[in-house]
């Protein structure tokens, strides 16, 4: 009776979001002349009057063997290959730039028929194919997909950067790299502060928002508050039918086309990409009433992006079992897998009434603090694995100076000095994990740890990491410094040419009004003798 139960409050979960509507998004555009170059041996040779066939333009790069007469032929003669760009826009970079037998060959589109692709990014640009010369199946649906590559084509824009709350850097100091560190397409790249990403090389694979701590890049195909208001309606509607032990099911459109068959509480949420969905909309599902999540690779997930969802998945379990929730109720599983995993593990909570946000850390704390507030044996505080998104800091007390670097580079806005005494304060609930803080020090006094504060007023509480008793002007009195910042600033000019005086020296614990006035008396300091008057 619960199977079939089960079956109905599917499809009509299903049959309420089968119109949903979703923010639209930008488009990106490529244009292709059909021109074409295949990379190969005397094979390559061979096969390319194959594409000459459909209309293409074809040119033939030889990496070894002779060249195949009435084919336009390029010897490759030992120089260094190099490809950049993509459908449409390709260039072959022959050779050493700036030397005699530097060649560029520009096309639109790419065959390479290497024993060794000469692209090694996991996810190779749109227009660049690669095939095995032996593999004919291969071959034949690659010939008859670039045939029909010639002309102008569009795909979504899967992605919205926002550079003012980025934590790749700040005043030249390096922080968060997970984005482009993450990327299999190799989209991204730094450029100094913030960072770049080439629309046409994305292709929507969405590690990159995943891996953002702060939500600077966002996936927008669809965006994320449309997946997780899917989510609410399925599994409002689910549980409205009457349905029991809900399982939301997350998988890539190309790998839901191998499901043949799913368990009758399987609620599917289709994606772009696996990876495109992230902690923050776990948890949402599980806020909202799921019983369990479900990420399904079918094998579409290179294995680099793999590492990413499995270190966002590691925070994920260390947060369930901190609140005292099984730490299977979140699991990667393949297809082969999915029938047997879809049992119901957590317990019955009360769903969360929110609706779907577009601010990523904002979402997280929402859904998670809504399960706090149903765990009955949730820790106070608890760690988190290396890598994770929230924490806190550690300023050794003994050699911080109160410079205030920290507070200056810190790009999620974590870290404040004091207004009227010299300390350091702390927000944990902004803290990102990002180093920049860390890597800003200069006297390496700070320290990450990621960790979870469960009850949210304490997280928002702030802490003083650091204070000290103001320094005073010896001259007027007034608080300018710390008694450890002037130590240190003695300490390093005490070979200077200029402080080898007791009165220059004294002018270091002058503030800044005190000291310019001292130093226009001091005749010897303004050198009034070297000068002569006319």
């Not at 061979?46 to 336009?72: H, I, K, N, Y």
């Amino acid at each position: 009776m619960n199977e079939a139960l089960n079956k109905k409050a599917v499809e009509a979960a299903q049959a309420a979001v089968k119109n949903l509507s979703v923010t639209p998004t930008g488009l990106v555009e490529y244009s292709s002349q059909g021109r074409c170059i295949v990379i190969g041996a005397a094979e390559a040779a061979e096969f390319a009057p194959r594409l000459s066939e459909v209309s293409l333009q074809v040119q033939v790069l030889m990496t070894e063997g002779p060249d195949e007469p009435g084919l336009p032929v390029v010897p490759l003669a030992a120089r260094e290959l190099r490809v950049t760009g993509h459908m449409g826009a390709f260039k072959l970079h022959l050779g050493d730039e700036g030397k005699s037998n530097y060649e560029v060959l520009n096309t639109d589109l790419v065959l390479d028929l290497g024993k060794q692709p000469t692209l090694t990014v996991p996810i190779k640009p749109p227009g660049y194919f690669v095939a095995d010369i032996d593999d004919e199946l291969s071959l034949a649906e690659i010939v008859v997909t670039m045939s029909e590559l010639t002309g102008t084509f569009e795909k979504p824009r899967y992605f919205e950067y926002d550079a003012d709350i980025c934590a790749h850097g700040r005043s030249g100091i390096s922080g968060c790299s997970r984005c482009y560190d993450s990327c299999p397409t190799y989209a991204i790249t730094s450029i100094g502060d913030a960072i770049e990403v080439n629309p046409n090389l994305c292709q929507g694979g969405g590690i990159c928002a995943t891996a953002c701590p702060t939500g600077a890049i966002r996936y927008t195909y669809p965006r994320t508050e449309d997946t997780q208001e899917r989510i609410r309606i399925l599994l409002n509607t689910y549980k409205e039918q009457g349905g029991t032990d809900s399982i939301i099911i997350f998988i890539a459109e190309v790998d839901a086309e191998t499901v043949t068959e799913t368990p009758d509480n399987a609620l599917i949420v289709p994606l772009e990409e696996l990876a495109s969905v992230g902690l923050e909309v776990w948890f949402f599902a599980l806020a909202h009433g799921a019983s369990r999540v479900l990420l399904v690779d079918g094998g579409s997930v290179p294995a680099t992006v793999g590492v990413f969802i499995d270190e966002e998945l590691k925070t994920a379990k260390a947060l369930l079992q901190g609140l005292d929730f099984p730490d299977k109720a979140i699991e990667r599983v393949t297809i082969d897998n999915l029938s047997r995993a879809c049992t119901g593990i957590m317990p019955e909570i009360e769903a969360a009434q929110f609706t779907g946000m577009s601010q990523k850390r904002q979402a997280a704390f929402w859904s998670i603090d809504h399960l706090f507030t149903q765990a009955t044996g949730a820790q106070e505080v608890f760690s988190l694995p290396e890598q994770s998104l929230f924490g806190r800091i550690q300023v050794n007390g003994q050699a911080c100076t109160l410079c205030m670097s920290c507070t200056s580079t810190c790009p999620a806005n974590a870290i404040n000095a004091g207004v009227e005494e010299p300390r350091l304060l702390f927000h944990e609930e902004n803290c990102v994990q990002c180093g920049i803080c860390a890597n800003s020090c200069p006297e390496n006094a700070i320290t990450l740890e990621p960790r979870w504060v469960a009850n949210p007023e304490d997280r928002k509480q702030t802490a003083i990491l650091h204070e000290e008793e103001p320094f005073c002007c010896i001259s007027c009195g007034k608080p300018f410094a710390t008694q450890s910042g002037i130590n240190t600033i003695l300490a390093k000019l005490t070979d200077h040419y200029m402080f080898q005086t007791e009165r220059a020296v004294r002018r270091l614990k002058m503030c800044d009004d005190c000291r310019v006035a001292d130093v226009v008396q001091d005749e010897e300091m303004m050198g009034t003798n070297k000068f002569t008057q006319h």
